[in-house]
């Protein structure tokens, strides 16, 4: 069998190319993997795909396809990566000993989801706050804990909860908010077809119910720094 010099997507055709060949191009992992899908993917993931190829009309031996259960099958297990992220490992023991009591806030923490309704995608921000006592997390945490969530199959209003109730039980502080932005694609893409309309989800836990609180928290993310 001669190497394939050509890049699958150049092919004008694999009529003329041997089963060896083209099971090469479908099912051979990158070589040099450049994103953090990694360059193996799921026989399953990629058999699905290509019967739905096949359902949806398409010949999955085409040239522009062939390679398409391969990068699909990387994209969803990366896309869903969060169902086997362990919080404790992504903490990592940073959280810390600290006598403050002032509120902590990250915001404009950008996070992309998957409807578990249609598995279309929703993307926005997160913006929390947390009111410590006695103990703070490493700050790049806290977008991390965004990630195990996120990236899952998702509604948004879940995720939010899900998002404030693990910092609340890790970090047992006085309160934690969160509210969340997101654009939903299958609102935009189908369906009602509203390409400007924006999602808000909020979880207000201990401290954070006090209408004071709360109304300091939603101002500080607002930009109200004065």
Do not use: W
């Not at 399953?44 to 359902?55: F, K």
């Not at 699909?72 to 362990?86: C, E, F, N, P, Q």
């Not at 009111?131 to 700050?139: E, H, M, N, Q």
């Not at 948004?156 to 502080?173: C, G, K, N, S, W």
């Amino acid at each position: 069998m001669t190497p394939i010099t050509t890049l699958p997507g150049q092919l004008e055709s694999t009529d003329q190319l041997s089963h060896e060949e083209r099971e090469l191009i479908e099912h051979e992992g990158d070589s040099a993997p450049y994103s953090k899908e990694g360059s193996e993917s799921d026989p399953m993931l990629r058999a699905l795909t290509r019967s739905l190829l096949t359902e949806l009309g398409e010949d999955p031996d085409r040239c522009g396809l062939v390679r398409t259960p391969h990068r699909v099958a990387k994209a969803m297990r990366y896309l869903t990566s969060g169902y086997t992220m362990d919080i404790e490992k992504v903490l990592n023991g940073a959280i810390f000993k600290e006598a403050t009591e002032e509120m902590v806030i990250v915001k404009d923490i950008d996070f992309y989801s998957l409807c578990e309704h249609h598995m279309l995608p929703f993307f926005g921000k997160a913006h929390i706050a947390y009111i410590p006592k006695g103990r703070i997390v490493g700050l790049s945490k806290i977008p991390r804990i965004v990630e195990v969530f996120s990236r899952r199959l998702q509604v948004q209003e879940r995720m939010t909860h899900q998002i404030a109730e693990t910092l609340m039980e890790y970090l047992q502080p006085h309160g934690v908010a969160i509210v969340t932005e997101a654009r939903h694609m299958c609102m935009m893409m189908r369906g009602v077809e509203k390409q400007n309309s924006v999602a808000t989800s909020s979880a207000m836990l201990g401290a954070f119910k006090e209408p004071q609180t709360r109304s300091e928290f939603l101002a500080l993310i607002a930009g109200k720094l004065s």
